[in-house]
């Protein structure tokens, strides 16, 4: 009886020493498993934060240094174009030539305007040269136009000097106005050849398509 019953408390013993191992390892492996997940959170979490700041870093730095080639470049652009205005200032001292030079200018702008009476505004030391071209203009657009066309010298208002040289032809009490000093040609055709320039001083771009050999 009393072996019985001690193979009944050694059972039980074993038991509950079982139970209490499998709550044991169950309650273990619940905290691991938690542990876990909490890390792979706080890891997922960090991660994230890493490749947001990784990209917003990488964005600043691919910002910065666009902007810094287009202030290179544009101080390059702004120098190509102060070394071609110079060029421009010297060609008033070649007088046959620039002469040559207004009076396209001046058609140029007459074509536009279209219209039997006009007026020109220039600066004030083209005056004396234009004044003398008068009838040859007058010739020159009757043989391209078939209209006769009454040119006068606005007196009223010069251009600034700052234009370097050229025209601007209104009409209709300036209410037509064609504008074609050097200037304005030089800025036009900046616009044009900025591409070009950037391609001088920078290499060719891919995506200027429109600028490869065909």
């Given at each position: 009886?009393?072996?019985?019953?001690e193979?009944?408390?050694?059972?039980?013993?074993?038991?509950?020493?079982?139970?209490s191992e499998?709550?044991?390892?169950?309650?273990?492996?619940?905290?691991?498993?938690?542990?876990?997940?909490?890390?792979?959170?706080?890891?997922?979490?960090?991660?994230?934060?890493?490749?947001?700041?990784?990209?917003?870093?990488?964005?600043?730095?691919?910002?910065?240094?666009k902007?810094?080639?287009?202030?290179?470049?544009?101080?390059?652009?702004?120098?190509?174009?102060?070394?071609?205005?110079?060029?421009?200032?010297?060609?008033?001292?070649?007088?046959?030539?620039?002469?040559?030079?207004?009076?396209k200018?001046?058609?140029?702008?007459?074509?536009?305007?279209?219209?039997?009476?006009?007026?020109?505004?220039?600066?004030?030391?083209?005056?004396?040269?234009?004044n003398?071209?008068?009838?040859?203009?007058?010739?020159?657009?009757?043989?391209?136009?078939?209209?006769?066309?009454?040119?006068?010298?606005d007196?009223?208002?010069?251009?600034?000097?700052?234009?370097?040289g050229?025209?601007?032809?209104?009409?209709?009490?300036?209410?037509?106005?064609?504008?074609?000093t050097?200037?304005?040609?030089?800025?036009?055709?900046?616009?044009?050849?900025?591409?070009?320039?950037?391609?001088?001083l920078?290499?060719?771009?891919?995506?200027?398509?429109y600028?490869?050999?065909?």
């Open positions: 009886m009393v072996k019985f019953m193979h009944e408390a050694n059972e039980i013993e074993q038991n509950i020493d079982t139970q499998d709550e044991y390892n169950n309650k273990k492996n619940e905290i691991i498993l938690k542990g876990k997940m909490e890390i792979n959170q706080l890891y997922n979490k960090k991660t994230k934060l890493m490749k947001r700041t990784t990209a917003t870093m990488i964005t600043t730095l691919m910002t910065n240094a902007l810094e080639i287009l202030n290179i470049r544009d101080k390059f652009i702004k120098c190509v174009l102060a070394d071609v205005n110079k060029e421009l200032l010297k060609l008033r001292d070649r007088k046959s030539y620039y002469t040559e030079i207004l009076k200018l001046i058609l140029q702008a007459m074509y536009q305007v279209l219209e039997q009476k006009i007026s020109l505004i220039l600066i004030s030391e083209d005056v004396e040269c234009v003398s071209m008068i009838p040859e203009l007058k010739q020159i657009y009757l043989a391209n136009t078939g209209t006769n066309v009454e040119i006068n010298i007196n009223s208002i010069k251009l600034p000097t700052k234009e370097i050229g025209v601007m032809v209104t009409a209709k009490g300036r209410r037509l106005l064609v504008e074609n050097l200037v304005v040609r030089l800025l036009y055709l900046t616009q044009q050849a900025i591409p070009i320039i950037c391609t001088g920078f290499g060719p771009n891919p995506t200027r398509t600028l490869r050999d065909k």
